[in-house]
């Protein structure tokens, strides 16, 4: 988005609302940017938040790093629920689309990493020692987590107890995950004599069959099926990019958040999110 220059409401706004910003206009008496353009987006909070706690050069790299994950994060988790009510009410088109812009969100922070690649080892070390945290604490992390379907206590146990980020994934963790959303979508199209939890095994005979089926079909609902591979894999590539950063930058040294480090990192890169998808290109499509 460029500076604006333009008095055209936007939306629903109030025309008052929005300041003729030309540029000989942006810096106003006291040295502030106070445009529309800076008003809206909150610039003045949004640009002084980033605290580094050293004079290390490469510190600032790390927190905008950090700092962008958490707006993509956030994004994320406003895609998924459009994505996820789309599907419950069997709209797909609207949960292509909810499913594709999630796609090219996790392709973006994927290549994030590339600019922390470029932070060396003994730059890290300049100012490691004073983080505090990792994003192991993440907590929005935490929830996408959930809703792709991680199922156990570990994301919430991250949180004390009563704390919002905790009730907050509690919460996710009674509410349906994304295969749900899906089986729920394949029972409205006809795929499925009726929706089934997610918990259910993978390997099902009845979620198989409902999915070669869509699959022979090869209409909207393979699609769906498809850009939920497409999540799938993508985040399991954040995660090989992630592991990958942290032994090149840390080695084999443990986690600033208490765990083994990059060894930690790597159990997690090749557990699917959606097994059932993965199960149903293992056995074959002559079964039905
Ligand atoms: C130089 C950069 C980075 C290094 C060396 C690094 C290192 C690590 C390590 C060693 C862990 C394991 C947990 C622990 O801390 O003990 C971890 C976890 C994690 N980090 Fe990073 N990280 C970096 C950048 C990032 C960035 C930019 C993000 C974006 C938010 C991020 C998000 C996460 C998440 C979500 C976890 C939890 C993963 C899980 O439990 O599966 N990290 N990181």
């Known amino acids: 988005m460029s500076a604006s220059t333009s008095a055209e409401p936007r939306g629903d706004g109030d025309a008052e609302d929005v300041a003729v ?15 529309a353009y800076s008003t809206y987006l909150a610039l003045d909070t949004l640009l002084a938040i980033q605290r580094p706690k050293t004079e290390q050069h490469d510190e600032l790299l790390f927190v905008i790093v950090h700092q962008i994950h958490e707006l993509w994060f956030k994004q994320l988790l406003h895609e998924l629920g459009n994505a996820q009510r789309s ?43 004073l983080l505090g945290g990792s994003g192991h604490q993440s907590a929005q992390f935490r929830e996408i987590e959930v809703v792709f379907g991680r199922s156990d206590r570990f994301a919430a146990e991250q949180f004390a107890p009563g704390s919002p980020d905790r009730k907050r994934i509690e919460g996710r963790l009674g509410e349906p995950a994304l295969f ?48 939920f591979v497409d999540l799938d894999q993508l985040l399991q590539e954040w995660r090989f990019r992630h592991s990958v950063l942290a032994r090149r930058v840390i080695g084999d040294q443990t986690g600033t958040g208490g765990s083994t480090g990059a060894a930690y990192l790597r159990e997690s890169v090749f557990k699917p999110s959606f097994p059932a998808l993965w199960h149903v290109r293992d056995t074959g499509w002559a079964a039905d």
């Not at 999630?102 to 730059?123: A, G, K, M, N, Y």
């Open 180 to 227: 749900d959303s899906l089986l729920r979508y394949l029972a409205a199209s006809g795929y499925l004599p009726a929706p089934r939890g997610a918990r259910v095994a993978p390997d099902s005979p009845e979620i198989q069959k409902a999915l070669r089926a869509a699959y022979r079909d090869d209409g909207v609902a393979a699609q769906i099926c498809e850009r």
């Open 87 to 129: 599907l419950a009410s069997a709209a797909d088109g609207p949960a292509l689309r909810a499913l594709r812009r999630t796609r090219s969100i996790i392709r973006v922070l994927i290549t994030q990493i590339d600019v922390l690649e470029s932070i060396t080892p003994e730059q890290f070390d300049a100012f490691r020692e």
């Open 21 to 35: 910003t030309t540029p000989g206009e942006a810096t106003t008496a006291e040295g502030s940017h106070d445009t």
